[in-house]
């Protein structure tokens, strides 16, 4: 019994250790931090005062919320064929290969990725190239820098974490139940809605919360795909810290996203009623 | 036009390479309750899978109620399946997986509610509506799938093996209770099962498959007293098999050395069956028409009514004989010397 105990606390001490020092510690510097000025001592507001007062700074915040939710929800609709199709319909044996191949992006890393998207969709880029080579166009299409060339990249980098959770749950659904419902005279749209999507809820749900905060956490491809139309929040972040040296405004804009994310994530739950405890499910 | 509600002409299914079905015929009446029995894999699931629409025919014709069904899809064909799994829907409640296929045809809320009301109270599940899926024992469960298939009010009635996820108690109990339920209901039943005595037990008729061929379509009564194949008589009910080696006359030789009297036989068997029940332990010198030998008892295997005893013969065969539970018998053991007697007629012999 005693040993047992002590295998336990050797055992939770590195996630404690992780926890506190990487996760809790440098957030409460960060939000401490947020309530000071950016030279000197003293607690203060205008951090948080400043994200209202200039337009530039909320306009992003609502946008890059909306756009987020916008590719999550796009997510699921092009990931729930995947999943669907790779359980499914596809032979076991060519499930498992073709789920490898979907894992391949993340092998390369996301900066790389987004990288061969813009050869993909520049000027010159393959795209272009070819149409032109077919003599379709003479002038390059303007693939690149605009809000759907950073949709493409947020979606292809997170779409993986929206379908494996789909297939997760669709692993478990029983055919024979998708036989007896057509058994009982629903048609292919009516199981879908009445079986198929609400067994696998569980792993939407999961999915969906994966890909939110991937795609309005992220920075990479909006920096890089993106136009001057598509600011991305997180670029306000970058720029305080990293542009102007303003870390408590940095700070202050980190826990504005925090708290917008995590705000979302619980209206959704709510919405579809579902509990955060049983989405790991 | 015939009375028939199921009628299966020359079916035949392959897949690649393997015959599943082989000119597969049966006719069902409305209102009977039919069995396919046959071992795993011998192409029962197969032939019910075709029934509901689920897998084309390759060869053959499938006929409800008189109708081709080629070409006709499962949703829209008169026919229902409880599954093995059971299939019921664990994202809605009793009355709402009762109502499921009602709801499909758009019929009135307030008729809706009265069937599945009526339907739920007939199988003793009243006051279970608003009961989800994984609150319910097994049985339950059970009724909920046979209530669910049953209230769309299909001319057949197809269960694939049922019972076998229930432990052999309540197996036992819904075996009597499946059966009082379509005797009270009228709709046919085509129950799939590999257990022979749910079959014996519920059935009118049974088919018996074995490699995909239907080995005999028969009642249950001729089934167990006169197989017409082999495999039959192996494979329902308790048996006693022997190779048979040669025949000499009227004397059967096994290949383990035994002789026996069979009488009348106009080919050369190559299988012997006798039932353990047909054996007559310390017979009255009086019986006619009987074959009688001694043999010694190896083993007593009790287990109340149903105590059977080994004995060997001359040669190296062992055979199981049930033995009546009366005081007569009760001093028998090990190692004794007994006399047993069994009937000519009871003495079944097969080419193969």
């Keep these: ?31 401490i931090s947020s309530f000071k000025p950016n030279s000197g001592d003293g607690f203060t507001l205008e951090n948080y005062s400043a994200f209202f007062a200039d337009k530039i700074y909320w306009k992003t915040f609502i946008n890059t919320t909306l756009y987020a939710i916008g590719v999550t929800l796009l997510a699921f609709v092009v990931s729930f064929p995947i999943a669907f199709y790779l359980t499914k319909v596809v032979s076991r044996k060519y499930a498992s290969f073709l789920t490898l191949l979907l894992l391949i992006p993340l092998w390369i890393g996301e900066l790389v990725t987004i990288y061969g998207w813009v050869t993909l969709l520049g000027d010159n ?5 070819s149409l032109k080579f077919i003599g379709l166009i003479d002038k390059p299409l303007p693939l690149l820098y605009n809000n759907i060339s950073m949709t493409i990249g947020l979606l292809y980098m997170s779409m993986l974490f929206m379908i494996v959770p789909i297939m997760t749950t669709l692993e478990s ?10 058994d009982l005279g629903a048609s292919k749209w009516t199981i879908f809605r009445r079986i198929v999507i609400p067994h696998s809820m569980p792993g939407i749900i999961n999915g969906s919360i994966i890909v939110f905060m991937l795609v309005i956490g992220d920075y990479v491809a909006p920096n890089i795909l993106g136009g001057k139309s598509s600011l991305w929040f997180t670029e306000q972040i970058y720029n305080q810290f990293l542009s102007t040296f303003n870390w408590s405004q940095g700070a202050a804009f980190g826990f504005l996203l925090l708290g917008i994310s995590s705000i979302t994530i619980w209206m959704a739950l709510r919405l579809s009623g579902q509990k955060l405890d049983k989405v790991g499910e | 036009m015939s009375s028939n509600i199921l009628e299966i002409k020359n079916l035949s299914k392959y897949f690649d390479n393997f015959t ?30 075709i029934i509901a629409g689920f897998l084309q025919e390759s060869e053959g014709d499938v006929l409800i109620e008189g109708k081709s069904m080629k070409g006709i899809p499962p949703e829209k064909r008169p026919v229902n399946i409880v599954f093995q799994s059971l299939a019921l829907f664990p994202m809605m409640n009793v009355y709402e997986n009762v109502a499921f296929g009602l709801k499909r045809q758009k019929l009135p809320k307030a008729e809706i509610k009265k069937s599945v009301l009526d339907m739920l109270s007939r199988v003793g599940l009243q006051g279970y509506e608003s009961k989800q899926i994984n609150e319910l024992s097994g049985g339950q469960k059970q009724r909920v799938a046979i209530a669910r298939s049953l209230v769309m009010k299909p001319s057949i009635l197809l269960l694939d093996e049922p019972l076998s996820a229930l432990d052999r108690k309540l197996r036992e109990h819904m075996k009597v209770e499946l059966k009082e339920l ?12 590999h257990d022979q005595s749910e079959a014996l037990v519920m059935s009118d008729r049974v088919a018996v498959i074995n490699k995909g061929l239907i080995e005999q379509l028969d009642t249950p009564h001729n089934l167990y007293n006169n197989p017409k194949t082999g495999f039959v008589a192996g494979f329902v009910g308790e048996n006693n098999r022997f190779e048979v080696a040669s025949r000499d006359g009227q004397k059967v030789v096994t290949k383990h050395g035994w002789q026996i009297t069979k009488p009348d036989l106009d080919f050369e068997p190559t299988l012997m069956y006798i039932r353990p029940e047909a054996f007559i332990v310390d017979p009255d010198e009086s019986m006619k028409g009987v074959e009688v030998f001694e043999a010694d008892i190896t083993t007593i295997l009790f287990d109340g009514a149903n105590t059977k005893m080994l004995v060997k013969p001359e040669g190296k065969d062992e055979i199981l004989i049930a033995l009546p539970q009366n005081a007569k018998f009760q001093a028998l053991k090990q190692g004794d010397r007994v006399k047993v007697a069994v009937a000519h007629e009871n003495i079944k012999c097969y080419k193969e």
Excluded at chain 1, 125 to 129: A, L, M, S, Y
Excluded at chain 2, 31 to 46: A, D, N, Q, R, V
Excluded at chain 2, 187 to 192: A, L
């Design chain 2, 20 to 49: 599943a079905l082989k000119d597969v015929n049966i006719s069902v009446k409305e209102g009977e309750f039919i069995s396919i029995l046959g071992p795993s894999g011998c192409g029962k699931t197969t032939l019910l899978r």
């Design chain 2, 182 to 193: 379509q005797k009270e209901i009228g709709t046919t039943f085509i129950y799939i099962t």
């Design chain 1, 125 to 129: 880029g393959v795209i272009n190239e």
């Design chain 1, 1 to 31: 019994m005693e040993n047992n105990k002590k295998v336990f606390y050797i055992l939770l001490a590195p996630v404690l250790l992780w926890l506190v020092f990487l996760i809790i510690v440098p957030h409460i510097e960060l939000l």
């Design chain 1, 173 to 182: 659904l029983d055919d024979a139940m998708i036989e007896a419902a057509s």
